[in-house]
T-cell receptor
């Protein structure tokens, strides 16, 4: 059973809409991450957080924003969706040294 | 500059044979390495890992080998099964005196196991 949950799994939305992708984990992990992946391409880190009220931008520039008000919750928001935002968004969390990351099932976003 | 490289985008293997997926890295500070498996429209799932103090780690059909001097690791799957068909990501991480860096992923290798 998954300990990290992403909703929705699939989302088709029109250009200009504001969207929030949800990510929650029940493992008490301090570190959480958002990755973006296009089909057949590598995973790009777009945001990460090492704890409550801590957020940083990742290696790939993204127009999205994130917040970390609670340990278990790390939502990602796009204020105005565009077709270039069409991608798969993967959330992950980490428990510390050598634990690696646990990933959610992802959100497949399509902006039309 | 890519710190973790998977130079083979794809690999096709017959069922029952060995699959060997390769990964090279450039950062000598990496001290922990992981392999993830990813199906389409799913998140990556952890497969196997190895610490830099070891040169081999085995878990069932999966074995990871690490050659630190060559900055190279490989994942062996024996015997390969059609259900192993997926994209495999190599990843590496550094631990600075108790503080963990971010996981760095390769571009992935798509494995196809044919019946």
């Amino acid at each position: 059973e998954a300990d990290i949950y992403q909703t929705p799994r699939y989302l088709v939305i029109g250009t200009g809409k504001k969207i929030t992708l949800e990510c929650s984990q029940t493992m008490g992990h301090d570190k959480m991450y958002w990755y973006q992946q296009d089909p057949g391409m590598e995973l790009h880190l777009i945001h990460y957080s090492y704890g409550v009220n801590s957020t940083e931008k990742g290696d790939l520039s993204s127009e999205s924003t994130v917040s970390r008000i609670r340990t278990e919750h790390f939502p990602l928001t796009l204020e105005s969706a565009r077709p270039s935002h069409t991608s798969q968004y993967l959330c992950a969390s980490s428990g510390g040294l050598n634990y690696g990351y646990t990933f959610g099932s992802g959100t497949r976003l399509t902006v039309v | 500059d890519q710190q973790v490289k998977q130079n083979s985008p794809s690999l096709s293997v017959q069922e029952g044979r060995i699959s060997i997926l390769n990964c090279d890295y450039t950062n000598s500070m990496f001290d922990y390495f992981l392999w993830y498996k990813k199906y389409p429209a799913e998140g990556p799932t952890f497969l196997i890992s190895i610490s830099s103090i070891k040169d081999k780690n085995e878990d069932g059909r999966f074995t990871v080998f690490l050659n630190k001097s060559a900055k190279h690791l490989s994942l062996h799957i024996v015997p390969s099964q059609p259900g192993d068909s997926a994209v495999y990501f190599c990843a590496a991480i550094t631990n600075y005196g108790g503080s963990q860096g971010n996981l760095i992923f390769g571009k992935g290798t798509k494995l196809s196991v044919k019946p």
